[in-house]
């Protein structure tokens, strides 16, 4: 069975400063890696997903990730942020077996200050 | 083109009272399904999947089911609802395990 933890509920940070969201994960098969990012009473927007080939995978919005397969990370980093960042962020895998089951983290709650 | 439908939007729904959510896909077949559910200052918990009609796989034993009638239709339900049902539920399409299309999702309130 697969697994995400998210090590922060919630970041504050100041506007134009970098961020980065934490992501791990546990599966005992191989897995695809997505970040998701939901802002308020909206629902899911791809942010950008890792599935095979360069680790380092850019999004949109200027957000980029990278897979580290020893340490079974995939987190996520903007080098400035910006107020409409403000939002919650959630870094889900999804299994390679015939499930495709799509396992979220509990979430990271972005907080961008002026 | 792939769409996933879901409605209703918003649901108040009095405790006890029975549950139906629905969510269709348009633009393939034999699509995997899912449902979630967020509940408040929470993540997203998968609460059922499907890979056929018919076939339901089960994540987290609650008060709810799911069942699939149709190819392309994927039901919510629950006999009585409780209070802790509340939360929004997201339909979901994922496509060979490294695309999903969700729903636009239904807030649900029971009161």
């Known amino acids: 069975a697969q697994s995400v933890t998210q090590l922060d509920s919630q970041v504050p940070v100041f506007e134009e400063a970098p961020v980065e969201l934490r992501c791990n994960y546990s599966?005992?098969?191989?897995?695809?890696l997505f970040w998701y990012v939901q802002y308020p009473n909206q629902g899911l927007q791809l942010l950008l997903k890792?599935?095979?080939?360069?680790?380092l995978v850019k999004g949109i919005n200027g957000f980029e990730a990278e897979f580290n397969k020893s340490q079974t990370s995939f987190h996520l980093r903007k080098p400035s942020v910006h107020i409409s960042d403000t939002a919650e962020y959630f870094c889900?895998?999804?299994?390679?077996?015939?499930?495709?089951?799509?396992?979220f983290g509990s979430g990271t709650r972005l907080l961008v200050r002026p | 083109s792939q769409t996933i439908h879901q409605w209703p939007a918003t649901l108040v729904q009095p405790v006890g009272s029975p549950l139906s959510l629905e969510c269709t896909v348009e633009?393939?077949?034999?699509?995997?399904l899912y449902w979630y559910r967020q509940a408040a200052g929470r993540g997203l918990q998968l609460l059922f999947y499907?890979?056929?009609?018919?076939?339901i796989s089960s994540e987290v034993p609650q008060n709810l089911s799911a069942s699939r009638p149709q190819d392309r239709q994927f039901i919510l339900s629950s006999k009585k609802l409780l209070l802790s049902d509340s939360g929004f539920y997201l339909c979901?399409?994922?496509?060979?395990?490294?695309?999903?299309?969700f729903g636009q999702g239904t807030r649900l309130t029971v009161v």
């Open positions: 979901a399409w994922i496509l060979d395990g490294t695309e999903a299309f």
């Open positions: 599966s005992s098969v191989s897995v695809y």
């Open positions: 890792y599935l095979s080939g360069s680790t």
């Open positions: 889900a895998v999804s299994s390679m077996d015939s499930s495709y089951k799509l396992i």
């Open positions: 633009g393939t077949s034999n699509p995997n």
């Open positions: 499907s890979v056929g009609i018919g076939q």
